[in-house]
């Protein structure tokens, strides 16, 4: 159980420092990253060796590769930056806190079930605090989107599908609703999320205030060459030609999501310690 408490206590440490560091600068640094997969590993190490037993350390190892595919897949399907992926990469190191690999792969479950929720309610959370520091922009591009004719094609199609399921399901009005219910919901949570990016998420910055990996808002030409706004963000090379050429540009901004894992982390320490039957997701979902 040491060993356990001793990785949640790196987990929450380095997890705290991220965020303090994504708040303030918008970027969570590659040392802070290495660094807790290199102190995790070598934990494991020491711990293993002493005690004539590596499995601890392979499942380190084992935690870290999967957790490489799932914060490479985050990234690449552009639903993470690139400090969040290698954040959750490096907590891959941490994770697999047992020596059974099945026990594990519960904890992988869980974190990711628990990481699911908290990031949903904190970037609902973190949206409403945006919108109310530009509430004028916002309500100007959200009425701006929602007079769009593709708009007003997407709310016919919603209401003809709602017709079509009353027809299908006469009997299950209640059933049908709460369809419709979903499905528009879906669609105004789709229309608020653009309206923020578009009116919330850019900034005009000075081109010496630019680091590498930021976002441009569009693809700007600068002399012969054009520079694209790609997932990948700024090059070194791209950001000293911007300095040399324009004085002003814009670039588009992400919500901070590294409070997202230390919630989940504090939650996933909680159960882990103190609730652990919680951790057998089979049980739960079967009744065993």
Not at 131 to 140: E, R
């Amino acid at each position: 159980m040491i060993e356990i408490i001793f990785l949640l206590a790196l987990a929450l440490i380095w997890t705290i420092f991220a965020v303090i560091q994504d708040l303030k600068s918008r970027e969570i640094a590659n040392w802070l990253n290495f660094s807790l997969i290199l102190f995790a590993l070598s934990f494991r190490f020491f711990y293993s060796l002493f005690n004539d037993n590596f499995n601890f350390l392979y499942q380190g190892l084992i935690g870290l590769g999967i957790f490489f595919v799932l914060g490479n897949l985050f990234y690449y399907g552009k639903i993470f930056a690139g400090g969040d992926a290698k954040l959750m990469i490096a907590l891959g190191s941490i994770l697999f806190l047992y020596n059974d690999f099945f026990s594990n792969i519960r904890i992988l479950f869980l974190f990711l079930f628990l990481f699911l929720f908290s990031g949903a309610f904190y970037g609902l959370f973190a949206s409403f605090v945006i919108t109310s520091k530009n509430i004028k922009k916002f309500k100007k591009e959200f009425l701006r989107i929602i007079k769009r004719k593709e708009i007003k094609i997407y709310f016919i199609i919603l209401f003809t599908t709602f017709l079509v399921f009353l027809l299908i399901f006469q009997s299950r009005f209640i059933f049908v609703t709460w369809i419709f219910f979903i499905l528009f919901l879906t669609l105004y949570l789709f229309i608020y999320a653009k309206a923020i990016d578009r009116s919330c998420m850019i900034k005009k910055i000075r081109t010496r205030e630019l680091r590498e990996g930021d976002w441009l808002y569009k693809d700007l030409k600068v002399g012969d060459k054009i520079i694209k706004a790609n997932w990948n963000g700024l090059t070194k090379e791209e950001i000293g030609l911007l300095r040399k050429k324009r004085r002003y540009v814009v670039i588009k901004q992400g919500v901070a999501f590294s409070p997202a894992f230390l919630i989940s982390i504090i939650f996933l320490s909680y159960i882990v310690l103190f609730n652990p039957n919680l951790i057998n997701f089979y049980g739960i979902l079967f009744g065993r």
